[in-house]
C-alpha cells in the first residue's frame, strides 16, 4: 500500500454526495491515510460543516439532492476562496468544466473510470489542492516581502500591474511567442498576443482579469488564436496580490500548458463515444465473468436480447442462471481459446424464450477471464422452422384437389408458419361477384366474430385488398378506414390478395404482431397457396376440357348413329313408291338398334282433334291403346303437343312430373325414359307426327332436337313427293268449284280494279324471278288491263302477249308463289279460274289419293268468304296419260315458248301475232324460237302416235 501522504494525514477532508464514488473514496482515505474523513449529504449540512468546523479541502459530486455541486461552489466561494473544492462527475462534459473553473473551483474530476480505478488519482489531486491552498496562503503571507516565484518551467507566469497592465512575465511565457516582451509591457494583459489578434481582445482573458482587479480568484482556460505557431491551450490561474493593508499590489497570472491533456480528454471522450454508441446500438451482446461466472462486465445493450438492465444482470446471479448450466467444456476451450456457435436457449425479463449463438473466448480484461458473445437468433429459427412447415404446407397442397382443401390447409399451417393463431381465407364467387369465407381458424372466429361474405367493391379491407390486389399490412387495424367491423378484437391484421382466387387474412390480438420475417413469411404462404390454387384451377378446367370432350366425343357418336340411320331412312324415302313404305320404313329404320326403343307416326283426325296412330315399330306394347293422344298445347302426351303447336316436343325425364301427367305413368312401365315428337311439315302443309321413345334419360339433346326436326322436314318433303307423283298418275280425281270474294287473290283485285273479265286456265312458270301466270282478258281493252295490273304490289312485271279488240292475253309476275303451285304441293291440280268485278270461281281436280277436306281447308284458309259449289268424280285416262306422257318429253323452257306461242295467237289462222313478234316478247332470238316450236310440236305428235301404236312405218303400209 503506499505511504500517507503527510498532508492528508493532518488534513481533514468534507465529501459531500450520495454519489457510490465518493463512499467509496471516503472508505479508502480512511484505510490509507490518517486524514479526518467527514461526510455529509446535502448542500446544506455542507455549508454547516465549513462554517462550524476547520475543513482543508471540500470534494463534492456534481448532482446533489435539488442543486448542483456549482451552487454549493458558488456560495463557498462567496465566503472563501481558500478553501480548495474539488468538483467530480461521473457524466461531465466541457460546459460544466467550464462553469466550475468560472466558480472557482480547485479541481474538476470527470470520472472516466470506475472508481477502484481512481482511487490514486483521487487522493493525488486532493492533495494537491490542500497543497495548493497551503502553498497559497504561504505566498499570501510572503508576497508583502517578496514578488511571486515564477521561474517554474511547466508554468508560464505573469505579473500585472493593479490596472491590469503586463509588468513582468517568466521564460516559459516568452517563449510562447515570437514578440519582443520589452514592446508590450504595460499593455492590457487582454490584448496581449498570447491571447488576442490584432484589434481583437479576448473577453474571457479580460473577465479573468477584471475578476482579479476585484480581488477574486480566477481560472480558465484558454485557446491562442489560430495566428499563433502551434497554437496551444492554456489554463489560466489568476490571483490578486494584497499587501497588508489588503490593498491590491499586483496580480499573478499562471498558466499551464494542457493543450496534450485536452486532445488526449476530448480524443478519449470520442472514443468513449464511440464505444458506448457501438455497444449500444449492437445487437450482439456482450458479458465478461470471472471463472466463477460472475459479472465483471455487462455490455449496455444487454437489455436488447434479455430485456433486463444491467444492474438486473448482475442481481441475476451468475452467467450460468442466464445462459444455463453446461454451456460448453471448459477443457476444450482451454485447448482452443475460443468456441465458437454454440446454440442455446434463454429467457428474457417478459418469460420469452429465445435461441442464441455464443461464442466464448478467454481473455483477461478487468479480472474478467471468460467473454461471452451472444447473438440472438431466435427469429432466424423461427424462419427456418417457417419455412420447413411451408415446404410442408406446399407439398400438402401438391394432393389437393379442391379451392377448399387448399385454403383449410392455409388456415391448418398459418399458426406453424406466422406464430398467429387467428386466419381466415376467402375465396372468389365470380358468378355472385362475392368473397366468401372458404375457411377459419376458431381463433379468427373468437376474435372478430362470423365472417360474412363480402362483396368485392373495394369497400371493405378484404374486397380492397382483393380488387387493387394490394398487401395491407396493419400494426393496428382499428386504425383502417375499411374496417367494417370496429367491435372486432383484432389489433394486428394482414389481408393479402391470392391472385383472382380470393384473400388471405391473419391476425392477432396484439398490436404491432408482424415485424419484417413475418410479413415475408405471410407473403411466401400467400404466394405458394396462390400457385396452389393456380393449379387447381388450371387441373379442373383440364377436367372440365376432358369431360366436355368426353360428352361431345358422346354426343359425336350418338350423332353419327342417328346421322346413319338419317341417310338408310334417306335411302329409304328416294325409293319408296307409298306413303304406307314411308310411314313403316321411318319408324323400322329408327328403332333399328337400341338407341330408341319405339316410334310411331300419327294422323290428326279433325272430327275427334285426337291424333290417330298410322305406323309404327319397336317395343310398343300397347302404349297406343292406352292413350287419346288429344291435340293439346300443353297437358298431354308429347305427340298430341306437337300436332298442337306445330313444334318439336323434347322431354328428357319422364320420370319429373310423374304425378302431373297421366301419360308419363304409362310411358315409365314401358320404359319410355325420353321422348322426342316432331311435326312432319312441309310448306306448310302437315302430313302428321313423329314420336321416338328411348330407354334412357336424357337421350335427346338440343343436336338430335336439331338433326330429327329436319328428318321430319324431309320426310315430310318425301310424303309430299307421293302425294303430287299420285296426283300425276291417278285417271280417277274429283273436280271441285269454289267461288271466292276475296281481294287477295291477285286475279280478283285485277278484275275489279279493271272492272273486266279474266281467266287463267292452267299453265303456270316458275323462276328465280317469280311465278309467270297467262290470262286472258274479255270486256276491256289489254292495254287498260295492263296498265291497272302494273299498280298491283302483287304483280311485279306485266307484258302483252296478245290483242284482239275488248280482250286479248298478259303475262303477269307475280311477287307472291300463285295458288297453283301451293295447290300441286297438295297434290291437287288448279285447273282454272274466272274472275270479274263481282265474284270469282275456282276450278281444282283433286285426286282420290288426296283428302277433299284437306284442299277444301286449305282454299277456306287461303281465301276468305271461299264457298264450295260444284263437286264431280272425272276419269281421265287416256287423257291423263297422254298429257303426262307430253309434259315427261319438254323441257320447262320449251313448254314456257310454246305457251307464249299459244296465247299469242301464232298457230291461228290467220296468224295473230308472228314468230319474230313471239321472240321478242320472250327475248329470244326467231330462229330458236322455231326451233323450239318445232321441237314441241314433234314431241307432241310422238306422245300422241305412240299412244295409239301407229309408227309411222305401219301407217303409210295401211295408206298403200
Not at 450520495?18 to 461526510?39: G, I, M, N, P, Y
Not at 466550475?100 to 490514486?120: F, K, N, R
Not at 380488387?467 to 386504425?479: M, N, R
Request: aromatic residues 6%; charged residues 25%.
Amino acid at each position: 500500500m503506499t505511504a500517507s501522504p503527510p498532508v492528508l494525514d493532518s488534513s481533514t477532508v468534507l465529501l459531500v454526495g450520495t454519489d457510490d464514488w465518493l463512499t467509496q473514496f471516503a472508505t479508502t482515505l480512511e484505510k490509507r491515510t490518517d486524514a479526518s474523513v467527514q461526510h455529509v449529504r446535502t448542500k446544506t449540512e455542507a455549508i454547516d460543516t465549513i462554517r462550524t468546523r476547520p475543513t482543508d479541502c471540500l470534494i463534492s459530486e456534481y448532482a446533489l439532492d435539488e442543486t448542483t455541486g456549482l451552487d454549493l461552489l458558488r456560495e463557498i466561494r462567496e465566503e472563501t476562496t481558500a478553501l480548495p473544492v474539488i468538483l467530480g462527475t461521473t457524466a461531465g462534459s466541457e460546459a460544466i468544466a467550464s462553469e466550475a473553473i468560472e466558480a472557482g473551483v480547485t479541481d474538476y474530476i470527470a470520472l472516466s473510470d470506475p472508481p477502484a480505478q481512481m482511487t490514486d488519482e483521487l487522493i493525488e489531486r486532493t492533495e494537491r489542492a490542500i497543497r495548493a491552498a497551503q502553498r497559497s496562503a504561504t505566498q499570501r503571507d510572503r508576497a508583502r516581502q517578496f514578488d511571486a516565484i515564477f521561474n517554474d518551467s511547466r508554468t508560464a507566469t505573469w505579473v500585472l500591474d493593479p490596472d491590469g497592465a503586463l509588468a513582468r512575465v517568466n521564460e516559459t511565457a516568452r517563449e510562447m511567442v515570437d514578440e519582443d516582451i520589452d514592446t508590450i509591457v504595460g499593455e492590457p494583459f487582454w490584448a496581449l498576443p498570447w491571447w488576442s489578434q490584432a484589434d481583437a481582445p479576448n473577453t474571457d482573458v479580460h473577465q479573468l482579469v477584471e475578476k482579479a482587479l476585484d480581488g477574486s480568484f480566477g481560472k480558465a482556460v484558454v485557446p491562442q488564436p489560430p495566428d499563433v505557431d502551434e497554437p496551444r491551450v492554456i489554463d489560466l490561474s489568476v490571483r490578486p496580490v494584497e499587501n497588508e493593508r489588503g490593498d491590491l499590489v499586483s496580480i499573478v497570472v499562471e498558466g499551464v500548458d494542457i493543450t496534450e491533456r485536452v486532445d488526449l480528454e476530448r480524443n478519449l471522450r470520442e472514443s468513449e463515444e464511440l464505444h458506448r454508441v457501438t455497444l449500444n446500438n449492437m445487437t450482439d451482446t456482450v458479458l465478461i465473468t470471472d471463472e466463477a461466472g460472475e459479472y465483471t462486465y455487462v455490455c449496455p445493450n444487454v437489455h436488447f436480447i434479455f430485456g433486463y438492465t444491467v444492474d438486473e444482470i448482475r442481481n441475476l446471479g451468475t452467467i450460468d442462471d442466464l445462459l444455463g448450466d453446461d454451456l460448453f467444456d471448459r477443457e476444450e476451450l482451454a485447448e482452443d481459446g475460443v468456441l465458437k456457435n454454440i446454440e442455446t436457449t434463454a429467457t428474457d425479463k417478459a418469460g420469452r424464450e429465445h435461441t442464441l449463438l455464443v461464442n466464448v473466448r478467454e481473455v483477461s480484461i478487468q479480472d474478467g477471464t471468460l467473454l461471452f458473445s451472444c447473438r440472438d437468433i431466435t427469429k432466424r429459427k423461427q424462419r427456418e422452422e417457417a419455412l420447413a412447415t411451408l415446404h410442408e404446407t406446399a407439398r400438402d397442397f401438391l394432393y389437393a384437389e379442391t379451392h377448399q382443401e387448399i385454403a383449410q390447409h392455409v388456415v391448418d399451417d398459418t399458426p406453424n408458419v406466422l406464430t398467429l393463431d387467428a386466419s381466415a381465407v376467402y375465396l372468389f364467387d365470380g358468378e355472385a361477384n362475392n368473397l366468401r369465407p372458404a375457411a377459419h381458424s376458431a381463433t379468427m372466429t373468437k376474435l372478430n366474430g362470423p365472417l360474412p361474405t363480402v362483396h368485392a367493391d373495394g369497400e371493405t379491407l378484404p374486397s380492397y385488398s382483393f380488387v387493387e390486389d394490394e398487401a395491407l399490412f396493419f400494426d393496428d387495424v382499428h386504425d383502417a378506414d375499411r374496417l367494417d367491423n370496429r367491435a372486432t378484437d383484432l389489433r394486428t391484421a394482414a389481408y393479402i390478395p391470392l391472385g383472382n382466387h380470393g384473400v388471405f387474412v391473419a391476425g392477432s390480438n396484439q398490436v404491432g404482431a408482424f415485424d419484417e420475417v413475418t410479413r415475408e413469411l405471410a407473403d411466401l404462404l400467400a404466394a405458394t397457396a396462390e400457385a396452389a390454387l393456380d393449379r387447381v384451377t388450371r387441373e379442373s378446367r383440364l377436367r372440365e376440357q376432358d369431360r366436355t370432350l368426353q360428352t361431345q366425343n358422346e354426343q359425336l357418336t350418338a350423332l353419327n348413329r342417328i346421322n346413319e340411320t338419317i341417310r338408310e331412312i334417306d335411302q329409304a324415302l328416294v325409293q319408296a313408291e307409298t306413303r304406307e313404305e314411308i310411314d313403316h320404313t321411318v319408324c323400322e329404320l329408327l328403332t333399328a338398334d337400341d338407341r330408341f326403343r319405339f316410334a310411331w307416326i300419327g294422323t290428326i283426325d279433325p272430327t275427334t282433334d285426337t291424333l290417330e296412330p298410322r305406323a309404327w315399330a319397336g317395343t310398343e306394347q300397347g302404349y297406343l291403346d292406352s292413350q287419346s293422344f288429344a291435340v293439346q298445347a300443353s297437358g298431354a302426351e308429347p305427340a298430341g303437343q306437337t300436332a298442337a303447336t306445330g313444334e318439336v316436343t323434347m322431354v328428357t325425364n319422364v320420370a319429373a312430373g310423374l304425378r302431373d301427367e297421366a301419360w308419363r305413368k304409362d310411358a315409365l312401365s314401358r320404359d319410355y325414359l325420353s321422348v322426342l315428337s316432331i311435326p312432319l311439315v312441309y310448306n306448310d302443309l302437315t302430313h302428321g307426327v313423329l314420336t321416338v321413345y328411348a330407354p334412357t334419360q336424357d337421350a335427346f339433346d338440343e343436336t338430335a332436337k336439331a338433326v330429327l326436326g329436319e328428318l321430319g322436314e324431309t320426310i315430310a318433303s318425301a310424303l309430299s313427293a307421293i302425294e303430287r307423283k299420285n296426283a300425276l298418275l291417278t285417271t280417277s280425281m274429283t273436280r271441285v268449284e269454289f267461288t271466292i270474294e276475296d281481294p287477295k287473290f291477285v286475279l280478283s283485285r285485277l278484275a275489279q280494279d279493271a272492272e273486266c273479265t279474266l281467266s287463267y286456265q292452267g299453265g303456270v312458270q316458275q323462276s328465280t324471278e317469280g311465278s309467270y301466270v297467262f290470262v286472258t282478258v274479255e270486256d276491256r281493252a289489254v292495254t287498260d288491263v295492263a296498265d291497272a295490273a302494273s299498280q298491283l304490289v302483287g304483280i311485279d312485271d306485266v307484258q302483252q302477249i296478245s290483242a284482239d279488240g275488248e280482250g286479248g292475253v298478259l303475262r303477269l309476275r307475280l311477287t307472291q308463289p300463285f295458288l297453283a303451285l301451293e295447290l300441286a304441293d297438295h297434290g291437287a291440280v288448279f285447273r282454272e279460274a274466272t274472275a270479274d268485278p263481282t265474284t270469282t270461281t275456282l276450278v281444282i281436280d283433286i285426286p282420290d289419293s288426296i283428302d277433299v277436306r284437306t284442299i277444301t281447308q286449305l282454299v277456306r284458309e287461303t281465301f276468305a268468304g271461299a264457298e264450295l259449289r260444284a263437286k264431280q268424280t272425272l276419269d281421265q285416262t287416256a287423257e291423263h296419260n297422254l298429257y303426262s306422257k307430253f309434259l315427261d318429253s319438254v323441257t320447262e323452257r320449251q313448254l314456257e315458248v310454246i305457251q307464249t306461242a299459244y296465247y299469242s295467237g301464232f298457230f291461228e289462222s290467220p296468224r295473230e301475232s308472228t314468230g319474230e313478234d313471239v321472240a321478242e316478247a320472250l327475248g329470244i332470238s326467231p330462229p330458236a324460237f322455231y326451233q323450239h316450236a318445232r321441237t314441241v310440236q314433234r314431241k307432241l305428235f310422238a306422245a300422241l302416235f305412240e299412244e295409239n301404236n301407229l309408227p309411222v312405218a305401219a301407217q303409210a303400209e295401211t295408206v298403200q
